[in-house]
């Protein structure tokens, strides 16, 4: 048996062993920690198969693959999904790495805070220059510390969610340099943008998730063998969300500029990934 790959979900791993299966390559699922492994049985396939997989990362909504387990699947495969909230919490957990997870969990301890009684407190020891009065440049945190504040139940399920699909495939399959450097340079560069734009009173992970957007969309574009992408139907979506932000639209303030300095930051630090793995 060769293990050619490993996915988060028992389901999606039978769809590709079905349509391994369409091509004469057999082979099945087993669990494995992080989540299920695709196991050869046959070594003269590697090859093929592993090219296969990578594809299937890529697209894994294409519809042959859909169609690999209607012509070629079992009614009697069974599949664990874990026991009730063990189940979903392994899922969480082994589908990011642990900078995101830090990450997320700060964001929600902020806004627990912030909601316990504790508001103003925190915004007064996290907010950028000038938004309370005993705040001065030597605070140097408060150019990242608003990015951990948000101030509604909608602004951080929005942002959590992205952060914690893109921001935990990036760690995952590329590491934890490339999200650090996302992390902190959309987390910094677009709040002093958007200070020059709308003065210090924002906060949200906004900028980063605009970040790793455009990160993993340019390079499952420019470097698809890097086990990351974006569907353009998702990178639709958010470009649409950022056009509506500049209208009055959506009935609530938006940090417009935050989004779209993270967008650059994160598209700038594709093109330099994708191009020095070219070389590489």
């Known amino acids: 048996m060769i293990e050619i790959g490993l996915l988060p979900y028992a389901r999606t791993a039978q769809a590709f062993v079905d349509y391994l299966t369409g091509l004469g390559i057999e082979s099945h699922i087993e669990p494995h920690p992080h989540g299920v492994a695709i196991m050869l049985v046959e070594p003269q396939h590697e090859a093929k198969a592993r090219n296969e997989f ?8 294409d519809d042959k693959y859909l ?5 070629n699947g079992s009614t009697q495969t069974k599949f664990d ?19 995101t997870l830090i990450t997320f969990f700060s964001c929600v301890v902020v806004y627990a805070l912030m909601n316990l009684g504790l508001g103003n407190a925190t915004f007064s020891a996290l907010s950028f220059f000038s938004a309370v009065p005993d705040s001065n440049l030597n605070q140097v945190w408060r ?14 399920i929005f942002n959590l969610l992205w952060w914690w699909y893109l921001g935990g495939k990036i760690e995952t399959r590329l590491g934890t340099r490339p999200l650090l450097f996302l992390l902190l340079m959309a987390g910094t560069l677009p709040n002093i943008l958007q200070f020059f734009i709308t003065g210090p009173n924002f906060g949200g992970l906004s900028g980063v ?3 790793v957007v455009g990160y993993t969309w340019l390079m499952g574009v420019r470097k698809p063998d890097c086990s990351i992408a974006l569907p353009q139907s998702y990178m639709g979506f ?4 950022l056009i509506l932000g500049f209208t009055d639209l959506l009935g609530m303030p938006i940090a417009n500029g935050a989004h779209v300095g993270g967008l650059l930051v994160g598209l700038a630090q594709a093109l330099f990934d994708s191009r020095k793995s070219a070389k590489s």
Not at 81 to 99: H, K, M, R
Request: hydrophobic fraction near 50%.
């Open 238 to 241: 958010m470009m649409v969300w």
């Open 81 to 99: 999904y874990g026991s009730g909230v063990l189940g979903l919490t392994q899922q969480f957990i082994t589908g990011a790495g642990p900078l």
């Open 209 to 211: 998730v605009y970040a």
């Open 67 to 71: 169609q690999a387990s209607w012509d």
């Open 54 to 61: 990578a594809q299937f990362v890529l697209h894994p909504h």
């Open 143 to 156: 150019v990242f510390t608003p990015s951990l504040m948000h101030f509604s139940a909608m602004h951080i």
